[in-house]
C-alpha cells in the first residue's frame, strides 16, 4: 500500500473536522434564514400597487389591500410563472412565494419559499422593490430587485399556468 493511500482517510477525516468547525464557529449564532431589515415609513404618495421589472423575472403584478400584498410574475423566458402573498409594516414586505415550471405537474413542478421587499424611491422618483429570497423555510439567499413601471396596471388575472394558483385576492399561504 502506498504512503498516500495510507493517509487518505486520516486527511479526509481531518479536512471534513475542520470544514464542519469552520462552518460551526461562523455568524453570531442567530438565525441566517431570516432577513435582518428594519421597516421605515413607506415613501409618500407610493403603493405596493402596481407592475414591476426584473431582467428574469419578468413583470411583477401585486395589488395590496391594507397591509396585506399579493402579486403575480411570469419569467421572461416562460418557463416559470410564480405568485407570492404577504404582509407589509411601512416600506417592507414579508412574504411567502410558489413558483410553477410551466409543462409540468408534480411536486416536481413547483418549487416555494420566502422572501422579502424593501420599497425605496431612486433619484428619478421611480418606485423600486429591493430584496431577496429563499428557498422553502430561508427568506435569503438570493438578491431581487425590481423596478416599477409607469402607467403600467396590475393585472393578476393575467398571470397562470397549468399548476396550481391561489385567486387573486385571497391572502394566505
Known amino acids: 500500500m502506498s504512503l498516500v493511500h495510507s493517509f487518505r482517510p486520516f486527511v479526509l477525516a481531518t479536512v471534513t ?11 453570531d449564532g442567530k438565525d441566517t434564514t431570516a432577513a435582518n431589515v428594519k421597516s421605515g ?3 409618500e404618495g407610493e ?14 403584478h401585486m395589488q395590496e389591500e391594507g397591509t396585506n ?3 403575480r410574475w411570469k419569467r ?20 411567502t412565494w410558489k413558483e410553477h415550471k410551466i409543462g409540468m405537474v408534480g411536486a416536481s413542478a413547483t ?11 431612486n ?16 427568506e435569503v439567499g438570493s438578491s431581487w430587485k425590481n423596478v416599477k413601471q409607469l402607467r403600467m396596471p396590475p393585472d393578476l388575472k393575467s398571470i397562470g399556468g397549468d399548476g396550481e394558483g391561489v385567486t387573486p385576492g385571497h391572502f394566505g399561504n
Open 17 to 27: 473536522a475542520l470544514a464542519a468547525s469552520s462552518l460551526a464557529g461562523c455568524g
Open 41 to 43: 415609513s413607506m415613501p
Open 47 to 60: 403603493s405596493w400597487t402596481g407592475v414591476y421589472f426584473h431582467p428574469v423575472f419578468g413583470y411583477l
Open 69 to 71: 400584498v399579493v402579486g
Open 76 to 95: 421572461t423566458d416562460h418557463s416559470h410563472w410564480g405568485e407570492l402573498s404577504g404582509t407589509t409594516t411601512g416600506n417592507v414586505l414579508h412574504y
Open 111 to 121: 418549487t416555494k419559499g420566502k422572501g422579502y421587499f424593501v420599497y425605496k424611491v
Open 123 to 138: 433619484k428619478e422618483n421611480i418606485g423600486e422593490l429591493d430584496g431577496e429570497f429563499g428557498l422553502n423555510d430561508a
